[in-house]
């Protein structure tokens, strides 16, 4: 699929299949594509080029009411006036459905977000993830079969944010529904997506579970977006493997061990001085400068480490030392067949 602005390009050769029922991210920086794509999907907006299915049918010269699909935005406006149970019966009337059975979901989609019984409050009597979980439940309602979420969780501070994460996960579970969620956190990405799309400029980089995007990543782009990376490229990649190519390398996978000693066939390692620390309380982070050239950063957990002991390792030198199986190569290799370069 395409969708272009003009001369803008906001989406290009997307070609993006999701399973029923399963949580599915979509990732990336801002202007990568994202929004687009979810407005695509849910019929604000139309392609430039390709389609959308449902279940195998094409919807996509269908208007977003003729979609079975519902999104939640950021800006979740509920209507302040009204009641909890009108908020989120408000869809049934505008479409008639009858006042029984309109209080009937009603108070099923409120205990499907773990809110049973709040029909009579106002939106103001209820807290900032509250409110959340109400323009969730007016989705719900609905019984879409997919659920677009545009940045849900965006508005709120850390720690609620990460409660909800766990909520709303635990939610999409329960009701079975497909989730389209869509953020920019990469931690938010790993934590709740059963699989995720790594967005670059209009494009997928990679398709996958969070282990096989983290663990392996196809592009340096990916390496350098979810979670910290080293990218290890041309006479320094040559000098620690002995190959061409480039490679990534997870700082929490590489040990610090003392200089000179003995190699072991099966792990790579590197010669260095440590160039910096930062003790962050649970692990601590090194910049080593490799005598190869370059530098790596290392995160080492504090299990028997004093922060005197982290930071007298300033300026000192060391043999970085990692298995060679968490050494990625960068590029190619082993990419999901659901991304696939189509003629634009
Ligand atoms: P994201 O949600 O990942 O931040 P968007 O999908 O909103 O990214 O935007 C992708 C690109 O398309 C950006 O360059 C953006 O400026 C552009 N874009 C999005 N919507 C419009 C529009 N209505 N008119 C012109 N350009 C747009
Ligand atoms: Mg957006």
Same mark, same amino acid.
């Given at each position: 699929m395409r969708k272009t602005y003009g001369?803008?390009?906001?989406?290009?050769?997307?070609?993006?299949?999701?399973?029923?029922?399963?949580? %599915? !991210?979509?990732?990336?920086? +801002?202007?990568?594509?994202?929004?687009? !794509?979810?407005?695509?999907?849910?019929? %604000?907006?139309?392609?430039?080029?390709?389609?959308? @299915? @449902?279940?195998?049918?094409?919807? +996509?010269?269908?208007?977003? =009411?003729?979609?079975?699909?519902?999104?939640? %935005? /950021?800006?979740?406006?509920? %209507?302040?006036?009204? +009641?909890?149970?009108?908020?989120?019966? =408000?869809?049934?009337?505008?479409?008639?459905?009858?006042?029984?059975?309109?209080?009937?979901?009603? +108070?099923?989609? @409120?205990?499907?977000?773990? @809110?049973?019984? =709040?029909?009579?409050?106002?939106?103001? /009597?209820?807290?900032?993830? /509250?409110? /959340?979980?109400?323009?969730?439940?007016?989705?719900?309602?609905?019984?879409?079969?997919?659920?677009?979420?545009?940045?849900?969780?965006?508005?709120?501070?850390?720690?609620?944010?990460?409660?909800?994460?766990?909520?709303?996960?635990?939610?999409?579970?329960?009701v079975g529904i497909t989730f389209l969620f869509v953020t920019h956190d990469q931690d938010e990405a790993l934590t709740m997506s059963d699989r995720m799309a790594v967005f670059n400029d209009g494009r997928i980089e990679q398709a996958g579970t969070p282990a096989e995007v983290y663990e392996s990543p196809a592009t340096a782009f990916v390496a350098g977006f979810v979670g910290t990376s080293n990218l290890i490229t041309g006479e320094v990649a040559r000098a620690i493997t002995g190959a061409d190519g480039t490679f990534t390398v997870r700082p929490e996978k590489i040990h610090l061990a003392e200089p000179g000693d003995e190699p072991d066939p099966d792990r790579y390692s590197a010669e260095g001085i440590v160039s910096e620390v930062v003790y962050l309380g649970v692990n601590t982070r090194y910049i080593v400068q490799l005598a190869a050239g370059g530098e790596l950063v290392v995160v080492q957990q504090n299990q028997a480490t004093s922060s005197m002991q982290a930071l007298a390792a300033r300026g000192r030198q060391v043999r970085l030392v990692w298995d060679r199986h968490h050494n990625r190569p960068v590029g190619g290799a082993d990419r999901k067949n659901e991304v696939k370069e189509i003629p634009a």
């Amino acid at each position: 699929m395409r969708k272009t602005y003009g001369d803008v390009v906001a989406v290009d050769r997307l070609d993006l299949e999701v399973g029923a029922g399963e949580f %599915f !991210t979509l990732l990336g920086p +801002s202007g990568s594509g994202k929004t687009t !794509t979810l407005r695509l999907i849910a019929g %604000f907006e139309l392609p430039t080029a390709g389609s959308v @299915l @449902l279940d195998g049918a094409d919807v +996509s010269r269908l208007p977003p =009411y003729g979609r079975d699909v519902n999104t939640v %935005f /950021q800006d979740y406006a509920l %209507f302040p006036h009204m +009641s909890v149970g009108d908020n989120v019966g =408000y869809g049934l009337m505008v479409r008639r459905v009858p006042k029984k059975e309109r209080a009937a979901r009603v +108070s099923e989609a @409120l205990e499907m977000v773990r @809110l049973p019984g =709040y029909e009579k409050r106002r939106p103001g /009597q209820l807290s900032g993830g /509250q409110r /959340q979980r109400i323009a969730l439940a007016r989705a719900l309602v609905n019984r879409p079969r997919v659920l677009l979420l545009d940045e849900p969780l965006g508005a709120l501070d850390l720690k609620l944010r990460e409660q909800m994460q766990i909520e709303l996960k635990g939610i999409q579970k329960d009701v079975g529904i497909t989730f389209l969620f869509v953020t920019h956190d990469q931690d938010e990405a790993l934590t709740m997506s059963d699989r995720m799309a790594v967005f670059n400029d209009g494009r997928i980089e990679q398709a996958g579970t969070p282990a096989e995007v983290y663990e392996s990543p196809a592009t340096a782009f990916v390496a350098g977006f979810v979670g910290t990376s080293n990218l290890i490229t041309g006479e320094v990649a040559r000098a620690i493997t002995g190959a061409d190519g480039t490679f990534t390398v997870r700082p929490e996978k590489i040990h610090l061990a003392e200089p000179g000693d003995e190699p072991d066939p099966d792990r790579y390692s590197a010669e260095g001085i440590v160039s910096e620390v930062v003790y962050l309380g649970v692990n601590t982070r090194y910049i080593v400068q490799l005598a190869a050239g370059g530098e790596l950063v290392v995160v080492q957990q504090n299990q028997a480490t004093s922060s005197m002991q982290a930071l007298a390792a300033r300026g000192r030198q060391v043999r970085l030392v990692w298995d060679r199986h968490h050494n990625r190569p960068v590029g190619g290799a082993d990419r999901k067949n659901e991304v696939k370069e189509i003629p634009a």
